[in-house]
Nanobody, 121 residues
Framework: VQVVESGGGSVQAGGSLRLSCAASGYNIRYLSMGWFRQAPGKEREGVAT???????VYSDSVQGRFTISKDYTKNTLYLQMDSLKPEDTAMYYC????????????????WGQGTQVTVSS
C-alpha cells in the first residue's frame, strides 16, 4: 500500500482546503485510513479516521469543521477542512492499514510524506 497526499497550502482563518490522499496497491474500500497532523514542537495527533464500514471518528478539535471521506472510483481519501483556524497549522499526513480499526488507534502501517497546511490570522 502506498499513499500520497496533496492539496495543502496557505489560507486565511475562516477559509477552506481539501486534502487528497491517492492510494495505490490496494482497494481503499478495505483499508482503515486516517489523517494525522503534527505542528512544530508538538506530538503527532489524530485528526480523523474512517473504517471499512465508513465509520468515522474525529478529534474534538476538528469535529464539525472537518469531513473525512473516501472516493472508491478514484481510490482516494479526502479531508475537507472548513472554518480553518491558525491552530490547524501543521504538516498533515495520510495513513492506511489493512487491519480494521488500526488507524483509529493511531497504529497505521502505511504513511505518506505529508502536506503542509498553514492558516494565518
Amino acid at each position: 500500500v502506498q499513499v500520497v497526499e496533496s492539496g495543502g497550502g496557505s489560507v486565511q482563518a475562516g477559509g477552506s482546503l481539501r486534502l487528497s490522499c491517492a492510494a495505490s496497491g490496494y482497494n481503499i474500500r478495505y483499508l482503515s485510513m486516517g489523517w494525522f497532523r503534527q505542528a512544530p514542537g508538538k506530538e503527532r495527533e489524530g485528526v480523523a479516521t474512517i473504517e471499512w464500514d465508513e465509520r468515522t471518528v474525529y478529534s474534538d478539535s476538528v469535529q464539525g469543521r472537518f469531513t473525512i471521506s473516501k472516493d472508491y472510483t478514484k481510490n482516494t481519501l479526502y479531508l475537507q477542512m472548513d472554518s480553518l483556524k491558525p491552530e490547524d497549522t501543521a504538516m498533515y499526513y495520510c495513513a492506511a492499514d489493512r487491519r480494521y480499526g488500526y488507524c483509529e488507534r493511531s497504529d497505521c502501517g502505511y504513511w505518506g510524506q505529508g502536506t503542509q497546511v498553514t492558516v494565518s490570522s
